[in-house]
């Protein structure tokens, strides 16, 4: 509403102010008017009965005539005039035509006759009751009479009186002065609103823009500013020119923010740690990706657990976490895991004026180093396995000999070849390691050259066929017809299914069977070594390929490995750009697959002027 806006209350105020102060100011001007207007009226009259006092006390006889003229001289400047004999009657020729059937008597008390009569000069202002006409039920009220009465002297002896009078009609200039009092403060009252109406304006319109930007402002737009006129800086125009100061500081400082929270959010995106706030509560506040990520491997486990505790949404490692540093405000370290992997969480406070406020944690995905760490302490453990049995078999039989233990030549060829089996064991243990050394460090020569696969087939089933056979295993092998030939590092390929086919064989029960295939798919041959071993867990197929992991021994029929021959093999596929795959099940056998590409006279070349720069 206009009442209750600042236009409305500033014009209620002024029109307030001002038409007490026209009211009070008509007022005092009607009654010095009024006041004024008597006292010139009375002065007038008093000044005109004393000289009528002054004519009629010298003319004498000619008093009758002096009358008559006085009479009409009077009428025409709206006077009435009334002469009283010594007796108080009013003599018949100086009395004026009676006032709308008023006869004298009703204009003149007996004490003001009686005062005139003592020779005071009486001066009243008062108001009569007239009758408007015959018939009339009761009088009319007739007011301002205005009158004098003045004695007439004859030496020291009152003769009479002089008596004049005007009536309302003949004082209605006194009215009409009143009446544009009136009229001009009713002009002010109007003057003033319009007045009024246009100072608020002039004054709320900066006032209002303000507000309209400031709405603005909360809505986001921070750009907004307000017009200010230089040619009317008061006190309105500096207040605009300090919200437009306040609007440019405030839009740079949400500029900055808004630059620092991207940069923020930039740099949680890129980590590869996830980070979670949560406030006080408990209520996750911000994530990065790697954050989602893992409480989304959590989901599953808490669709049981969901409650509309904050804190229940959680997942409970790390509400265990949370509830400990919020408790004890000291920084938490812990390892929790998740869908097999590892997650090592540091959570620390976070503090607004000395009272924790929420926490921070960083979690990092420590699988693969916990792993690392597994393995190379599996490393030291397996190198030191793997080289004591040989040592400790080379330094027995050595020792025999050196005690000539053994009795006859048969005795000693028999340890000799046992201390000859070790040392070509730890040979080819330390020739294995270095190669994986080498391979891990980049530093694999692939020598390519012309090859027909069915001849490699060929020459492995050769090599394993009595293996096979004094092991009852029935070891085939199958080829598609129509091979291309392929361009591949001929040693290293049969390695690779020399491992591959070892492995097969050792892992196969007697009356198993190990088939070597190879086939063409999309531009690629395809080698698969399949057996009908005891297959190999579910949970242990990603480690396979790392080095010294080792399948439980009791499936291997006590003819375990080095633990470094699937290493080689992926390193030696990966390095003629192809892939190994395993798939396998406990108790009916495994398979494996290499793909490599076919290559072609050119990889050769360019390969052999490698190995000759």
Known sequence: MIWRSVVGKLWLTIIGLVTLLLVMLSAFLSDQVEKTHQHSQQESLLALAHKIQHDLEKKGAKRGTYLSDMLRI?????????????????????????????????????????????????????????????????????????????????????????????????????????????????VGFFLTTIFAF???????????????????????????????????????????????????????????????????????????????????????????????????????????????????????????????????????????EAHGRTWAVVMAPLYANEQVRGVVAVLRDVTDERRLDKLRKDFVANVSHELRTPLAMLQGYSEALLDDIAQSPEERRELVQVIHDESLRMGRLVRELLDLARMEAGHVEIVRSRLRVSELVER??????????????????????????????????????????????????????????????????????????????????????ERFYKADKARTRGQAGTGLGLAIVKHIVNAHGGNVTVNSKVGEGTTFAVQLPIGTPTDAAGESEKGRG
């Open 74 to 186: 009077s009428e025409l400047f709206d006077t009435y005039m009334i002469v009283l004999g010594p007796d108080g009657a009013a003599e018949p020729i100086g009395v004026s035509p009676t006032i709308a059937n008023v006869p004298w008597q009703q204009l003149l008390e007996k004490t003001d006759i009686d005062r005139v009569l003592r020779g005071e000069t009486v001066v009243m202002k008062d108001r009569v009751f007239v009758e408007e006409g015959e018939g009339m039920p009761f009088p009319l009220f007739k007011e301002d009479i205005l009158m004098v009465a003045v004695p007439l002297k004859k030496g020291s002896r009152i003769e009479g009186a002089v008596v004049l009078y005007r009536t309302q009609n003949q004082l209605q200039s006194e009215t009409d002065i009143k009446r544009w009092i009136y009229y001009s403060a009713i």
């Open 198 to 336: 246009f100072l608020s304006t002039r004054i709320t319109q900066p006032l209002k823009q303000m507000k309209k930007a400031a709405e603005r402002m909360a809505e986001g737009e921070f750009n907004i500013r307000v017009p200010v006129r230089q040619h009317e800086r008061d006190e309105i125009g500096d207040l605009a020119a300090t919200f437009n100061r306040m609007a440019e500081q405030l839009e740079e400082l949400v500029r900055a923010l808004s630059h620092e929270k991207e940069q923020l959010a930039s740099i949680l995106r890129s980590m590869a740690d996830g980070v979670i706030t949560l406030d006080a509560n408990g209520r996750i506040v911000l994530t990065n990706p790697p954050a989602e990520q893992f409480l989304s491997a959590w989901a599953d486990e808490m669709e049981e657990t969901v409650s509309d505790d904050p804190k229940e949404r959680l997942p409970l490692p790390l509400r265990e976490i949370f509830e400990t540093v919020v408790e004890d405000e000291l920084e938490q370290f812990g390892d929790i």
């Open 460 to 545: 492995l089933l050769r090599k394993f066929h009595t293996i096979a056979r004094e092991q009852g295993v029935q070891l085939t092998g199958e080829v598609e017809p129509d091979l291309p030939t392929v361009y591949w590092d001929e040693d290293k390929m049969e390695q690779v299914l020399t491992n591959l086919v070892d492995n097969a064989i050792r892992h196969t029960s007697r009356g198993g069977k190990v088939s070597l295939q190879a086939m063409r798919t999309n531009g690629s041959v395809r080698l698969i070594v399949q057996d009908t071993g005891s297959g190999i867990p579910e949970e242990d197929l990603p480690f396979i390929f």
